[in-house]
């Protein structure tokens, strides 16, 4: 009996010494300031986003959307590791709607694998056009846009090629494709 008290109170004695967890309080996240001139209208009155935005901006304001659909998307992390090997200083231009639901389908992909590949998104050029694919400060001109979403790489100044629309194989196929300068052909290309 007396072995059993004092277990016990050893027991007692060690669970009263535990440091009591401290519970932290779920931090809410800053908004991201979505300034008024980039704020349009699609034909049905919705609100969308107009002209040159951050990734930021882009998935506070395409939350419903973007935020399930790149949690979902699975990159191929074995042609992920060959992106990463070429995709080096090439600049990425991502034309995009946030009406678009072929933008909303595949734009959150197409970041995700960016985002993975270790490519600073901060210096994507983003430019979310309206349903006429226009932007008010015609930013689309210089890209020859023919359809959203349109995922332009280049390097130095000289376009290598683009994905628009949706990929022909995967985004991750034809994105290596481009960076190592195959033989690509986007849905449209002639």
């Given amino acids: ?26 931090i809410e996240k800053e908004k991201t300031a979505i300034p008024d001139h980039l704020i349009g209208k699609d034909f049905d009155g919705e609100e969308i986003l107009i002209g040159k935005v951050s ?8 939350a419903a959307w973007y935020t399930n659909e790149y949690n979902s998307y699975k990159v191929n992390q074995s042609i992920l590791a060959e992106i990463k090997s070429v995709l080096n200083s090439r600049k990425v231009s991502l034309i995009m709607g946030t009406w678009c639901e072929d933008s909303q389908r595949e734009v959150p992909g197409m970041i995700k694998i960016l985002t993975e590949a270790g490519y ?9 056009v309206d349903e006429d694919k226009t932007t008010p400060e015609k930013l689309e001109k210089t890209y020859n846009l023919f359809n959203v979403p349109t995922l332009i790489f ?10 628009v629309e949706f990929p022909i194989r995967s985004l991750e196929h034809d994105i290596l494709a481009i960076l190592k300068g195959e033989d690509y052909k986007n849905a449209y290309a002639e």
């Fill in 55 to 62: 990734l930021s901006q882009l998935s506070e304001f395409s």
């Fill in 1 to 26: 009996m007396r072995v059993l008290y004092l277990t016990f109170c050893l027991l007692i004695i060690a669970c009263a010494d535990q440091p009591k967890k401290k519970v932290v309080a779920p």
């Fill in 154 to 163: 280049s390097e130095n100044g000289t376009e290598l090629n683009r994905i």
């Fill in 120 to 128: 600073s998104t901060a210096d994507m050029e983003i430019i979310a």
